[in-house]
């Protein structure tokens, strides 16, 4: 299974950017979508940005016009460009991929990576 692993979580104020990137540990083929998702402690995993195998993006309305998801096949690395960052984006935010691997149908999941926005 692909391993997926994010990074560039941070503290950062209101009104700032954040940058998320998520490795995959190989290129993945067959992708259905690829995407972010973000939890707070007690509360579901909720979907932030969507990047379909065709290359369309789904967003969150929370999040329209300020995130934008982005991906290098080149480097195997998915990105996520958060910016006008306000404190209820602040939570653990997941990278995931759906894909197809020897006609199986697999979900992987990073380790998620915090994001505080805060004074």
């Known amino acids: 299974q692909v391993q997926l692993v994010e990074s560039g979580g941070d503290l950062v104020q209101p009104g700032g950017s954040l940058s998320l990137s998520c490795a995959a540990s190989e290129r993945i083929s067959k992708v259905i979508n690829m995407g972010w998702y973000r939890q707070l402690p007690g509360r579901e995993r909720d979907m932030v940005a969507l990047?379909?195998?065709?290359?369309?993006?789904i967003y969150a309305d929370s999040v329209k016009g300020r995130f934008t998801i982005s991906r290098d096949n080149a480097k195997n690395t998915l990105y996520l460009q958060m910016t006008d960052l306000k404190p209820e984006d602040t939570a653990v935010y997941y990278c995931s991929a759906r894909y197809y691997s020897n006609l199986e149908l697999i979900d992987s999941w990073g380790q998620g990576t915090q994001v505080t926005v805060s004074l």
């Open positions: 990047l379909v195998g065709g290359g369309s993006t």
